[in-house]
């Protein structure tokens, strides 16, 4: 079975720095590009980062462009978002779902910006 | 900005036909927008229902159907289930960036 499974959520004060992961297991992760999408708790869904399948090319929502890193290591199977200079407004759920067919979804991870 | 406009809410009846539909502000929206649909339950993440327009993954049940209308793209439900109530969310690849509507909150009364 495809799995993605996210990690690395907290509570983090407005400025600061977080890394969430994703590790998939079901797939050759090398074989598919990988996104972020996040979802403030109650309200809707907004793309966030797409990855190619060797971390070659990366795109970023206009909000996240500076700040947000998206890499991945497919020896390990896993999927990274570095989140700096973190501001409240990018407190949400944040989901790692595979491919350019965005098939499949993680169950997500929680992030607070909040002092 | 490019915005993709869903209706905020509607209701079917169990066994009933509901359409839903989405918009986008830059303009008709056609097959090379790739039009996809999800659905979310409360308390879990989003399940993808159909891609590119009209196709059904294998876990995408009958009932749900994807087109376009219009220059709008639209998912209908047929035979509505207790169970399909839910957030229907669409997405369009705008100028390659992907982009979500608002979402429909879809109730089944």
């Known amino acids: 079975d495809v799995q993605l499974v996210e990690s690395g959520g907290g509570l983090v004060q407005p400025g600061g720095s977080l890394r969430l992961s994703c590790v998939v297991s079901?797939?050759?992760?090398?074989?598919?590009?990988m996104n972020w999408v996040r979802q403030v708790p109650g309200k809707g869904l907004m793309w966030v980062s797409r990855i190619d399948r060797f971390g070659t090319g990366v795109t970023y929502t206009d909000s996240v462009r500076g700040r947000f890193t998206t890499s991945r290591d497919n020896a390990k199977n896993a999927l990274y978002l570095q989140m700096d200079s973190l501001r409240e407004e990018d407190t949400a759920i944040y989901y790692c779902v595979r491919g350019l067919t965005i098939d499949h979804w993680g169950q997500g991870t929680l992030v607070t910006v909040s002092s | 900005q490019a915005v993709v406009t869903q209706e905020p809410s509607l209701t079917v009846s169990p066994g009933g036909t509901v359409t839903l539909t989405c918009d986008s502000n830059?303009?008709?929206?056609?097959?090379?927008?790739?039009p996809y649909w999800f659905q979310q339950k409360p308390g879990q993440a989003p399940r993808t229902l159909i891609y590119d327009t009209s196709n059904r993954y294998s876990w995408s049940p009958a009932r749900f159907s994807g087109s376009l209308l219009g220059g709008t793209a639209t998912l209908t439900l047929s035979g509505a289930q207790p169970e399909d109530e839910a957030d229907y969310y669409c997405?369009?690849?705008?100028?390659?960036?992907?982009?979500f509507g608002g979402g429909t909150r879809l109730t089944v009364l």
């Open positions: 830059t303009g008709s929206v056609t097959s090379g927008h790739y």
């Open positions: 997405l369009l690849f705008l100028s390659d960036v992907p982009v």
């Open positions: 079901g797939f050759n992760l090398e074989g598919y590009f």
